[in-house]
């Protein structure tokens, strides 16, 4: 069973960072692409940043130049550094597995980020 648990999420001042952690299991982790998604109240679930296992990421414009996502395959873990944080970043962030020859997208339940003064 693929589970993900997410963590690190809090409140902060505009301006400030925080470091979202997903935990994997139930996989092999170093084979999975590894997503960060986020859902602010009222609006759709938004892409974030993205890593495969090869290391190479993508990012939403709206983040590049401020987020960075890594992953350490020895932890099963991937991570989201944010900086330079602003209100409109305020959301559920939500990490995504993509699992090699599996048809199904496996989700974490999410940790809260606020942004605010």
């Known amino acids: 069973q693929v589970q993900l648990v997410e963590s690190g999420g809090g409140l902060v001042q505009p301006g400030g960072s925080l470091r979202l952690s997903c935990t994997v299991s139930g996989t092999i982790f170093s084979a999975n692409a590894m997503s960060w998604y986020r859902q602010a109240p009222g609006k759709q679930r938004d892409f974030v940043a993205l890593i495969t296992s090869g290391g190479a990421t993508d990012y939403a414009g709206s983040v590049k130049g401020r987020f960075t996502i890594s992953r350490d395959d020895m932890k099963s873990t991937v991570y989201l550094q944010m900086n330079n944080l602003k209100p409109e970043d305020t959301a559920v962030y939500h990490c995504?597995?993509?699992?090699?020859?599996?048809?199904?997208?496996?989700w974490g339940q999410g940790t809260q980020v606020i942004v605010s003064s």
């Open positions: 995504k597995a993509e699992v090699p020859y599996d048809a199904n997208d496996y």
